[in-house]
């Protein structure tokens, strides 16, 4: 399958934008590897209207990358509170080390998909009833988490840590996405050694990579750190985005997506530069390809929270959607679709988006 | 570079074992390709030599697969029991959920190398003294962890999880395994999300993948499980080995190493079908050449413990080595290696070794 970079001149993807992709098409595509559109017009319009089908059809059907390890981080600070906040009461939301570095773990590569494939709700242990046993079953709390994440560029070797100066030359681009979460398996299998299966049967991303040059006007200083940070995480670059996101639910009977939530990518307390010089620290090599997501990001209204179990304060508030229905928790058949794009003047950059339909588990 | 499968003669390596492996030697190879080793022979003694040495000096270069994704598991009992007295107590040293499921995480799949290769002490964030700030610099608890791990065969599908029964079928074979690891930045970093930089900088396997066909002959009873696991989780078939593992240090100076621990595979509570079950439960899709590894395996005996964190019981009780020098946790300049062997009637079926050398941190 040949591949490409493409850009269109769309909302989404103006020439400001030129993002990264990798789409495939079958048939002869000679035509456009020759640097100017004449013989693909000569073709005339029925070869147009099938490319664009094909087009529409596939670009969504591969990842940006080969995958070698994905990480995700846990930086917003709302999210972070909130999260906290419901597990261990307003006092003890954020833990000691939270403030004082970007906490993440390693997740799981293999179920890295891209925007429009449908997902399995899974299956696992969950035990919400501390005087029984577990018990074996479907989620019963399936969540998404609104997400950014970034592609690495060339890396480091091992031993050989990532400095925050080099940080910004070392992230190829870009991505929105949509870290899938099973909240009842999270809480019963999360100690002492983190989220494991609540986490690993799907990620959703977008297709597209939009580089840091195209986001160049959108940079902006992060929130304040205090504590100041140690000096391996100091960047003296402004490392914030300045990038609208939003969150819609659709329910198989609807006619017409719900948005849920409306957020933005400076909501992040760590950066990405300081994620990625944060996990190389120790020496770890960084591979081109590898994706760092940055962790659910919530706004501090309730209208900017990046998940349901915000949303929903656990399930106890349930959520109004457009047909009238109720929404605590995912249903099966519901389509999650994740968004955002940075506004210029008179353009924007759009990330097009992360797509996914929730099948029911298998049986 | 070509690569090959061989098979060697000798006490680790006999007829029985045939364990598959990747190695890389510079030059002509063609002779061996021809199925019989006339040819070589008729090289005389001089390309024997150079070739024995190439061999030895090449076949540790190289991992046995490309490694998609790396779980890490938690499943010996005196292990989990003995790091949870440490952190937590005696009353409270398993958590909860730990007789139920096969505990594990993500780990980091970049930096897994090959027998042989010497890896850097990490740098990371610690705190000692919570009356303090954390600190930056320097592991100062840098251990090693006595691992057996598996490569995955054919996978399965997302949404379409492997069945117990299946579970024996989908394990290629096994390897040796030091999951590095460092005490103090784990301990400050891990909560809530699990262990992240202090095990990301290196993890060593052993090059030769043995066969479950050639264990065949040491398949027993796993440790009897109280309370008894979930259907998903009951496997019919013995899914335990009886594989003796040893960990030795050599310090820098040292004439010769010391054996610090000499455990066996069969001290594992979660066998390795009901790890691989657990993980694709959810309906994550596992892929040839994940790893998953099978946590720490400590034996209930002092001399059977698989860390330093065990064997010096959190650096209170430094171990001495042959030198007459102490460790509580690892210097610069140690060698640790990790062998392990099945002792058959009149033959055995090696593991070869997993080494690694400790590098200063980087400047
Ligand atoms: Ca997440
Ligand atoms: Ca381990
Ligand atoms: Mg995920
Ligand atoms: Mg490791
Ligand atoms: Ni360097």
Request: hydrophobic share 35%.
């Amino acid at each position: 399958m040949p591949s490409f970079r493409v850009f269109c001149i769309d909302s989404d993807f103006p020439i400001e934008n030129i993002p990264y992709g990798i789409f495939s098409i079958p048939g002869k595509l000679g035509v456009f590897a020759r640097g100017q559109l004449n013989d693909f017009m000569a073709l005339g319009s029925s070869v147009w209207k099938k490319t664009r089908a094909a087009l529409q059809k596939f670009f969504t059907k591969h990842l940006p990358a080969a995958i070698g390890d994905y990480t995700d981080f846990y930086s917003s600070r709302p999210h972070a509170t909130n999260v906290g906040t419901m597990f261990r009461g307003k006092d003890n939301a954020l833990k000691e080390n939270w403030l004082h570095l970007p906490v993440g773990y390693h997740g799981r590569a293999s179920s890295v998909v891209v925007s429009g494939q449908d997902i399995y709700r899974p299956k696992g242990q969950t035990r919400d009833d501390a005087t029984k046993p577990p018990i074996f079953g479907e989620c019963r709390r399936l969540d998404f988490e609104l997400e950014a994440a970034f592609f690495v560029g060339p890396g480091n070797k091992m031993g050989h840590p990532i400095s925050i100066d080099e940080a910004h030359d070392q992230i190829f681009g870009i991505v929105l996405m949509n870290d899938w979460s099973a909240r009842d398996i999270q809480k019963w299998e999360y100690v002492p050694l983190g989220p494991f299966l609540a986490k690993n049967f799907a990620t959703t991303i977008s297709p597209w990579i939009v580089t840091l040059d195209a986001l160049e006007p959108f940079r902006i200083a992060s929130e304040k750190q205090d504590p100041s940070p140690k000096p391996y995480l100091q960047d003296k670059k402004l490392s914030a985005y300045d990038v609208q996101l939003q969150v819609s639910i659709q329910g198989k009977e609807a006619k017409e997506p719900t948005i849920v939530s409306n957020s933005n990518m400076k909501y992040l307390y760590w950066t990405f530069t300081q994620q990625l010089t944060h996990h190389s620290v120790t020496g770890c090599n960084m591979r081109p390809g590898d994706l760092l997501g940055s962790g659910t990001i919530s706004g501090p209204k309730k209208e900017e929270y990046g998940s349901m179990l915000e949303l929903s304060w656990s399930g106890k508030k349930p959520i109004k959607l457009n047909d009238g229905s109720e929404r605590a928790f995912l249903h099966d058949g519901d389509t999650v679709v994740v968004t955002g794009h940075a506004q210029g003047k008179g353009y924007r950059i759009g990330f097009g988006e992360a797509r996914g339909t929730v099948l029911p588990a298998h049986k």
